[in-house]
């Protein structure tokens, strides 16, 4: 028997080929009342969101956490030892276990909650790449890339001396995969690339350009923005270095996000920031 999602149903004729029927309710009518802002009218007519890939609207499930919390649990998570404080830190804490199993990382410690990717990608390149790059070192990018997985690196690379190189896209405008293998080498010190291209919509070829990069002891970053909403992400299987996320774009509150790293590269980075107050 084949599995199909709960809102088609499977059909079998004397154990013939399984046949889809969809139920009169699709999942998107199933799922809309959910979310609060589209129960509105715009210029007479239901509101139809379409820009998910830029942010998405929030649930009611996330509206009621939200509220919650700041009804009942409101206080400094890590700094007061009295009954609020605690359970803000559980919650806190708890939340980071679920990002981590999300994930299917090797250590909750291999979390790190950021305001959103783009400062994931930053902790990794002043914290990393400033204390490790040299001039002549080679950083790979793709020219798909989002702004916020390019200037950091153009930073990066001025203050150090390093080099860019950048991946084209193929005759089928996507991941050049028979160019990349001809840029990286042994100056190669890392690869950061998109994972689902947020203007192409294409799907890079993430294991591949991990695996090679990692025949030439080069880092991978993995900008998983457009694609941890919408496919299983195991950073073990991937076997990227670092991988990082925004929760506005999958139904979390704007101003959370999060970078994944191998334990022991983050032990090895310097810290980034000071105390935030």
Not at 65 to 80: F, I, P, S, T, W
Not at 137 to 156: A, F, G, K, Y
Request: charged share 20%; proline share 5%.
């Amino acid at each position: 028997m084949l599995f199909y999602p709960k809102f088609v149903k499977v059909l079998t004729l004397n154990d013939a080929a399984p046949m889809i029927a969809i139920q009169e309710k699709s999942l998107a009518l199933q799922v809309r009342p959910d979310f609060p802002i589209l129960h509105q009218q715009i210029q007479d007519s239901p509101l139809v969101y379409l820009d998910s890939a830029a942010t998405s609207q929030k649930p009611t499930q996330v509206l009621e956490a939200l509220q919650a919390y700041y009804e009942r649990d409101n206080a400094n998570v890590h700094r007061g030892v009295h009954t609020l404080s605690g359970r803000a830190t559980d919650a806190y804490e708890g939340a980071r276990d679920k990002v981590a199993a999300f994930v299917n990382a090797a250590s909750r410690q291999e979390i790190v909650y950021t305001r959103n990717a783009s400062e994931g990608i930053n902790l990794v390149a002043y914290s990393w790449g400033l204390n490790t790059l040299k001039a002549g070192d080679e950083i790979i990018l793709t020219v798909m890339e989002h702004h916020s997985n390019l200037i950091p690196w153009q930073l990066v690379a001025q203050k150090t001396g390093a080099v860019l190189k950048f991946v084209e896209l193929d005759e089928n405008q996507a991941f050049d995969l028979e160019q990349y293998k001809t840029l990286v080498n042994d100056r190669t010190k890392l690869v950061s690339v998109v994972h689902v291209s947020n203007t192409l919509g294409c799907v890079n070829p993430v294991e591949e350009i991990i695996a090679i990069a990692h025949q030439y002891n080069a880092k991978v970053l993995i900008d998983a923005c457009q694609s941890i909403p919408h496919m299983p992400i195991d950073v073990q299987a991937m076997d990227c270095d670092w991988l990082v996320a925004s929760g506005h774009k999958m139904c979390a509150p704007t101003g959370i996000g999060f970078l994944y790293g191998k334990l022991d590269l983050m032990r090895d980075m310097p810290p980034f920031l000071g105390v935030v107050r």
